[in-house]
């Protein structure tokens, strides 16, 4: 729920270059013992001057989420390495979930981005005719940054783009394909593959771990043009909180379904396992990775994105960085 600290918007190390371009744009020296003095001689007016440029979403030209977020640097957590702290940790119940299309937040209209670029928040008339090589422009500009594949950039642009391409068992003429894809893309990378791993790695480290796809949006007063399948951010928050920006309205299904929801994070908190009335969702195995599917009626299905986990999972060795987790790998030969 929310995003996964192994994403690489979720615990890297961006903040200390971005930290570094507000000391050398609001007039403060790096490395110096008296940077906190000098910034408490700055006004509000001049840090919002230098910091709304790198805080808006529409002006991003990278896959992250988050210019300013947390790092791990030994303090909290006395290891600089999530796979580290997870083995250490106390052994803990875990229940992680996403929406099933986390990131139409990013590729459509926002009321909370009200300005598009040319690589986020689309609007509707470049939805509409979205196409391959749009998505191959994104990947290759976004994506395959020479400071993460160096001279292998176009090859990664090529294996990622023919991945996509050919993800069709999902094709609906009423969607643009490759738009579905995009967005698919940036979910996988901001959301589902830092998850999938999270929850894979906490249940090798002995910690009973469930999982949950949200699917099913209560809020009937959301009339916005469904230009991409799935729920988006925040669909399964409003549940327990109520709307981001606005009043939610809800029906009798809506309610129906909020109050499954509502019952599997209670019976998690209470006993240790997710459950409703008519299904308990099974813990994840080395051998089965079941998970709840959260829609009108919720059911358990297995092996959540397989494919698109593996994938990712393999060219980043390959490549050398890991675009999900935001880290260099030793490149594997051959």
């Not at 986020?120 to 290759?140: A, T, W």
């Not at 669909?235 to 939610?248: E, V």
Request: charged share 25%; hydrophobic share 35%; glycine share 6%.
């Amino acid at each position: 729920m929310s995003g996964s600290a192994f994403s690489q918007w979720g615990s890297k190390n961006a903040v200390v270059e971005v930290t570094n371009e507000v000391l050398d744009e609001i007039g403060c020296e790096r490395n110096s013992t008296k940077i906190k003095e000098c910034l408490k001689e700055k006004s509000v007016s001049e840090f919002q001057k230098v910091l709304k440029p790198k805080v808006l979403f529409t002006l991003r030209d990278d896959i992250s989420l988050l210019s300013i977020g947390p790092k791990m640097d030994g303090d909290f957590i006395k290891v600089n390495c999530l796979k580290k702290a997870t083995k250490n940790a106390p052994k803990r119940p875990t229940f992680i979930g996403v929406c099933s299309q986390e990131s139409i937040m990013s590729t459509t209209p926002n009321p909370f981005f009200p300005l598009p670029n040319k690589y986020f928040n689309l609007p509707v008339e470049k939805i509409k005719i979205y196409s391959k090589s749009d998505f191959e422009d994104f990947v290759r500009v976004i994506l395959a940054k020479e400071k993460y594949f160096g001279n292998n950039s176009e090859e990664f642009v090529k294996k990622v783009t023919e991945f996509y391409a050919n993800q069709t068992n999902d094709e609906n003429s009423d969607f643009n394909f490759f738009f579905e894809q995009y967005t698919t893309l940036i979910s996988d990378l901001n959301f589902n593959i830092p998850a999938l791993r999270e929850a894979i790695l906490k249940a090798e480290n002995k910690n009973p771990t469930y999982f949950y796809v949200y699917d099913y949006n209560v809020d009937i007063s959301d009339t916005a043009p469904k230009l991409a399948r799935g729920l988006s951010h925040g669909g399964d928050i409003i549940n327990l909180f109520g709307g981001l920006y606005k009043p939610i309205e809800l029906n009798e299904s809506g309610k129906k379904v909020q109050k499954k929801f509502v019952n599997l994070i209670a019976n998690f908190i209470k006993n240790s396992t997710p459950s409703t009335d008519s299904i308990t969702v099974p813990a994840i195995t080395s051998d089965s990775f079941s998970y709840v599917f959260i829609d009108a009626e919720p059911t358990i299905k297995k092996d959540l994105w397989k494919n698109r986990l593996e994938f990712w999972n393999k060219i980043g060795p390959k490549y050398g960085y890991d675009l999900a987790g935001g880290f260099k790998i030793n490149k594997k030969q051959g």
